[in-house]
T-cell receptor
Framework: KNEVEQSPQNLTAQEGEFITINCSYS?????LHWLQQHPGGGIVSLFM???GKKKHGRLIATINIQEKHSSLHITASHPRDSAVYIC???????????FGTGTRLQVFP | KAGVTQTPRYLIKTRGQQVTLSCSPI?????VSWYQQTPGQGLQFLFE???????NKGNFPGRFSGRQFSNSRSEMNVSTLELGDSALYLC??????????????FGPGTRLTVL
């Protein structure tokens, strides 16, 4: 079983829809990243969380440390949000980033 | 402020050759980490360098090595290339290593194809 699980693996949405991507992990963590990767390959860090909730524009990330679960929400989705979203946790024991397999999001106009 | 840069962006090599990839971190960042991304294994941590010392290492064979220079620029080397080494190699920099964890900023990656 992977230490970081994401769901769903693939997601399609119509423009304007509210989107939720989930991440569950089984290791103790110091921090959790939400990353965005476009087809060109480059990765952008959207959020780094260790507790609570963060908001940036239409993006909201939450984390529940007790339940070992994080969610990334996109409000009013837009075709430019189409990308792969990756959850990565910093293991408290090994100090290494462990990545989920990613969620491929396609938003259609 | 310039972002993380990686050179070259694309590389084609043949089995048995060796390759060196370069990463220049954001100015002021002293930690550089390297990652491999493949369709089968996803993103995996290779190693992290801080102040010219390897601080952490992933589960990769000794053919994968790296170093960091006094200006924080880092190189990674893969010797005796195998077909399975074909991947996108990403580096990321952050302000410091050690117990204080700062956010990582990723470069555009080097896409290596081994024929």
């Amino acid at each position: 079983k992977n230490e970081v699980e994401q769901s769903p693996q693939n997601l399609t949405a119509q423009e304007g829809e509210f989107i939720t991507i989930n991440c569950s992990y089984s290791v103790g963590i110091s921090a959790l990243h939400w990353l965005q990767q476009h087809p060109g390959g480059g990765i952008v860090s959207l959020f780094m969380l260790s507790s609570g909730k963060k908001k940036h524009g239409r993006l909201i990330a939450t984390i529940n440390i007790q339940e070992k679960h994080s969610s990334l929400h996109i409000t009013a989705s837009h075709p430019r949000d189409s990308a792969v979203y990756i959850c990565a946790v910093l293991s408290y024991n090994t100090d290494k980033l462990i990545f989920g397999t990613g969620t491929r999001l396609q938003v259609f106009p | 402020k310039a972002g993380v840069t990686q050179t070259p962006r694309y590389l084609i090599k043949t089995r048995g050759q060796q390759v060196t990839l370069s990463c220049s971190p954001i100015s002021g960042h002293r930690s550089v980490s390297w990652y491999q991304q493949t369709p089968g294994q996803g993103l995996q941590f290779l190693f992290e360098y801080f102040s010219e010392t390897q601080r952490n290492k992933g589960n990769f064979p000794g053919r994968f090595s790296g170093r960091q220079f006094s200006n924080s620029r880092s190189e990674m080397n893969v010797s005796t290339l195998e077909l399975g080494d074909s991947a996108l190699y990403l580096c990321a920099s952050r302000r410091s290593g050690g117990q204080i964890y700062n956010e990582q900023f990723f470069g555009p990656g080097t896409r290596l194809t081994v024929l």
